[in-house]
Every structure is written in C-alpha cells, then in structure tokens.
C-alpha cells in the first residue's frame, strides 16, 4: 500500500508524469506518485477524517484542487488536496463506465414498434468526466433499462443519430422520415424516436409535413432529466410514447411528455401545435392554440378530440421529406435591421417567416424591405411571437399595410411549425413562389385552426 502527503511531489516533477483523469498540477503528481489510476481505491486522510472509496475523473469545470472520490454508498465527495493530506493506495480498480444489461425477453403477439434513436436527455446519462450528461445510450440500451417496455409490444430498437437536438439539421428531419417511412412499410404498427426536447417540436412538425397518409402513429418523446436522476421523467415519457405508438386509435406525428409535475399521466401533443414553453420542467410542453391530442394514463391511451386521422393499416404512406434550408424566421423587435431582410434575399433565400408584434406586425422602417423581398420573389409569411392567439392583419393600418405589400397571414399557425412547413413545400412541392403563398394557407397536418369566439388562455 502506497501513500503519498502533498509536499513530497520531486518524484512526480523529475520524470514529468502527465495529467491523469483530468488532475494536474501537485494533485495529478501525488495521485501518479502512488501508482493509482482513475477507478483504483484510495484511502484518503485529512485532518483526522478518514475516506475511503473509488478515484473518479476530475470535472472538467471543478476545482483543480480538489480530489473526486466515489464512497460505498453511492454518493461522490470532494476532498481539497493541501498540506497534511495523506493518499494511500487501497486496490486496483475498475474503469467507471456504462455496463449494457441484458435485455428483457419479450412476448409473443404484441404489437411491433420501432424505437428510433437520436440522442438527446433521454438517451443520456452522466458523463462522469464532465459531471454533464452526454449522449451515451443505445436504443437497445434503452430497452434493458426500462423491462416495462417488454410487456408493450416487441420493439426494434436502432441508432440512427447520436446528436444533441440543437445540432439537428433539416437534413436530420429527412432521415427521421425516411427511416421511419422504412419501418410502417415493413409492417411496424407504430413508431417512437427518442429526441432531444429542444427542438423536438421543430422535428415533430417536418415528419408531420413529410408522412402523408400515415397508417400509423409516429410519437417523438424527450426527457427533461436523464435516466441517472432520482426526478427523471425519462422512463414514464417513453413508456407512455410507446403505449401511444403500439394502441394508439390514431395514425399523426404527435409528441409523448409529462402532462403534470407529477407522473399521473403522459401528455400526447399533435406535432404540428406543440411547443417547449419551459427550460427544465418535467411538463415543459404545450399544445397551443389547440388541446393536446390524448393521455396516457394507467396504461391506456385517452382521446382528447374527435378530431383526428384514425389508425388504418391499409393505408398508403406516402414520403414526401425534402426540405429547402432557404427560409428564414425572423423575430421582429424595436429597433429591427431590416437589411437583415436585404441579406436574405441577396444571399438567395426563397422565404422568410416573421415573428411579428401581436395581431401580426413589423415596423414602418421594414415596409421597403419587404416590398422589394416579395418582389424578389421571396414568399414573406407572417406569425406572431404570442403564444396564444391568431394573426389578424385586418385590424390596424399597419396589417393592412403589409398585406398590401404581398405579406402572408398566418392565423393561429407556430412560427416554428411555419419555418418548417416553408421549407418543405419548397423541398417536396413546388419551386413556384405563388403556389408556396397559396400552399402555406392549405392545411395539411391540422398546423391551422379555425377561428374561435373563445380565447384560448394558457393553462
């Protein structure tokens, strides 16, 4: 057994031993001076104190100073390294990682679903060098650490990305669709893919535009907290989207996450009228300007509405999943550039979606700009930055002044799911600028309301 004090580190210097496990400095030294290794057992004494437990990687933003040790019970300490501390090394170790478990058998004649893997928090866990959580999981991986899956339908389980959500790419939209278009033809009754939250909506709403006619439910579904978190909602989100999937009366692209705080019951929103409204909350996601479209509650999925394409095997898929990166949207704000918008179109870009003020409006200084972009042959649409609510540019001068110079009004549509809409019909449906304008007012995934006497509040 080896021990080591701090002020004994000529050793570690002479031979110029390098960093180990993310320590430098004296730390790093002391720790190469005994002969341990990042998962190696040590003693660690300090003051009459007595610790004993695993060496774990140094957080890459922790204190350089202080020693990480992983205790019998579970929990990790942080020990500051300074005189009159006393390392000794106890054992050899093992490496810190991910163990695979054996997946649960399955029974026979339940239903297939596809479980498509992307990244994200749900298929996430800590990653003991940064103390983050990073991509790690497999879809397999998913399925042995959740065993209730096994008595929901026969999954097959598949990487398709590793990405965090923010990294996602239209190209990213096309490849979700294409896969799972594969999958339904095949014979699958229903398909999950595990996303991360943050742009999950915007995914929802390109596989919403891409699937048409769809036999079957397609259900995106996210964690707010990783699987190695005592508040995870990882495993009752994906147990909920994939009752959905496997039972679910429906055949949309719809969203699986928390309804509540507590874990009563799994929220499914349609996926052209969801949006995260909160940055960390369990049920940070909403449907607006519309309900959600059922509930997952003890194991059976709930209706919301009528108002729905219904489950149909027969039916069939039709894949239109290409998507034209040119568009752009726009949140306008006081003191706006618009030679933003003269960039755009001398850059080429074929659209341009706006967030505007309440009832759908930009400043006076944007009127010229946009003039010339609707000219230009730039299909201008409008949006608005509420959350709930439609565009009406009927009600003051300024609406009217837009629509007289070639801007499209919205109605109830998110401008997310309107970025994305843009960008599909110039991928999949026409390149003709007039027909983009009259197509971004034809529903296709239910992504317009009609107007309602009633305001809809936020919940």
């Not at 009228?273 to 509930?295: E, G, Q, Y």
């Not at 003890?298 to 209706?303: A, K, S, T």
């Not at 998110?414 to 110039?426: C, D, N, R, S």
């Not at 026409?430 to 309602?452: Q, Y």
Request: with cysteine; charged share 25%.
């Amino acid at each position: 057994m080896s021990s080591y004090q701090p002020e004994d580190t000529s050793l570690a210097r002479a031979i110029g031993l390098e960093e180990l496990g993310g320590y430098s400095g004296p730390l790093s030294e002391a720790l190469k001076a005994i002969g341990v290794s990042v998962g190696d057992r040590i003693r660690v004494r300090k003051r009459g104190l007595v610790l004993e437990g695993i060496l774990m990687p140094r957080p890459v933003l922790g204190d350089r100073e202080c020693l990480v040790l992983k205790l019998d019970n579970g929990y990790n300490v942080g020990i500051r390294f300074e005189e009159g501390v006393v390392l000794e090394k106890v054992g050899a170790g093992v490496q810190p990682g991910f163990v695979k478990a054996p997946p649960k058998p399955t029974r026979p004649g339940l239903p297939e679903v596809a479980l498509i893997s992307t990244g994200g928090t749900i298929a996430s866990r800590v990653e003991y060098r940064t103390g983050a959580v990073k991509p790690a999981l497999e879809a397999e991986d998913l399925y042995a650490l959740y065993p209730e899956l096994s008595d929901i339908a026969l999954v097959r389980a598949e990487v398709l990305y590793s990405l965090l959500s923010e990294d996602m790419l239209p190209e990213n939209w096309t490849g979700m669709a294409r896969r799972a278009a594969e999958h339904i033809r095949s014979g699958a009754n229903g398909v999950v893919i595990a996303h991360g939250t943050d742009t999950m909506a915007y995914s929802a709403a390109a596989l919403s535009f891409a699937l048409r006619g769809l036999p079957v439910p397609v259900v995106f579904v996210g964690a707010q907290r990783s699987s190695d978190r005592p508040s995870s909602d990882a495993a009752l989100n994906l147990i909920g989207a994939l009752i959905a999937a496997a039972h679910g009366p429906f055949a949309e692209v719809a969203l699986a996450m928390h309804e509540g705080m507590s874990d009563e019951a799994i929220a499914i929103h349609r996926g052209t009228r969801v949006r995260k409204c909160h940055t960390s909350r369990r049920d940070a996601f909403r449907s607006i300007n519309a309900p959600p479209l059922a509930r997952v509650v003890n194991g059976r999925v709930q209706m919301l509405t009528d108002d729905y394409d219904r489950r149909d095997p027969g039916r069939e898929l039709e894949l239109k999943a290409r998507f034209d990166r040119r568009v752009a949207l726009l949140k306008f704000y006081p003191g706006f550039d618009p030679a933003v918008i003269d960039w755009l179109v001398d850059s080429g870009y074929r659209g341009i979606v706006f967030e505007g003020t309440g009832l759908g409006h930009v400043g006076f200084y944007c009127l010229d700009t946009i003039k010339r972009a609707v000219k230009e042959g730039v299909v201008v649409c409008m949006a608005s930055q509420c959350i709930w609510g439609r565009v009406n540019m009927n009600v003051y001068e300024r609406g009217r002044d837009l629509l007289m110079a070639g801007v499209v009004p919205l109605a109830d549509m998110l401008a997310e799911t309107a970025l994305v809409k843009l960008m599909w019909i110039f991928g999949s449906l026409t390149d003709d600028p007039e027909e983009a304008r009259r197509l971004m007012l034809k529903p296709f995934a239910r992504e317009i309301g009609l107007p309602s006497p009633i305001t809809v509040h936020a919940p």
